[in-house]
């Protein structure tokens, strides 16, 4: 079962429950997925890595929205932000800590050769694919600065 209909699922059981804030961030999913294949691209269904970044980019949105709400002293819509997130989130794959990404990274640094920071595109480009859905981008590129530097 793909996750476009794991999440279609699970609405039918939000809505029955009456789960108001699961229900909203649910469809906003539903709603992102749906964008994605009527767009340009025209496919009938979604690659999993693809559903996996859509996922990974609402639940930015909504952490930075709540970041922003938390600032302006608003913090019922603070609240709502970070519950719809947790609720998006726990439909990625567990995500690594930083011990772990770091291994990772310093095991592609070995293998490319790479030294300095001129080298941080090409380990980046590696890394983010192998970590695709299991590690924040600003987190990998966080330790792979560190550890060309």
């Given at each position: 079962m793909s996750?476009?209909?794991?999440?279609?699922?699970?609405i039918k059981k939000a809505m029955l429950a009456k789960e108001k804030i699961?229900?909203?961030?649910?469809r906003s999913v539903k709603s992102a997925f749906l964008l994605e294949k009527t767009s340009k691209s025209g496919m009938d269904e979604i690659p999993a890595d693809?559903?996996?970044k859509i996922i990974q980019k609402l639940v930015k949105q909504r952490k930075e929205t709540a970041e922003i709400y938390k600032a302006n002293n608003r913090n019922d819509l603070y609240e709502?932000?970070?519950a719809e997130a947790d609720i998006i989130e726990s439909y990625l794959p567990k995500q690594?800590?930083?011990?772990?990404?770091?291994?990772?990274?310093?095991?592609?640094i070995e293998k490319e050769g790479a030294s300095s920071?001129?080298?941080?595109?090409?380990?980046?480009?590696m890394t983010t694919k192998e970590l695709a859905g299991k590690a924040d981008?600003?987190?990998?590129?966080?330790?792979?600065?560190?550890?060309?530097?």
């Open positions: 996750l476009f209909e794991t999440i279609n699922n699970d699961r229900l909203t961030a649910l693809v559903e996996l709502n932000e970070i690594l800590s930083e011990g772990e990404i770091t291994g990772i990274v310093k095991s592609i920071m001129k080298d941080m595109g090409k380990v980046m480009g981008g600003k987190a990998i590129s966080d330790i792979v600065k560190k550890l060309l530097s």
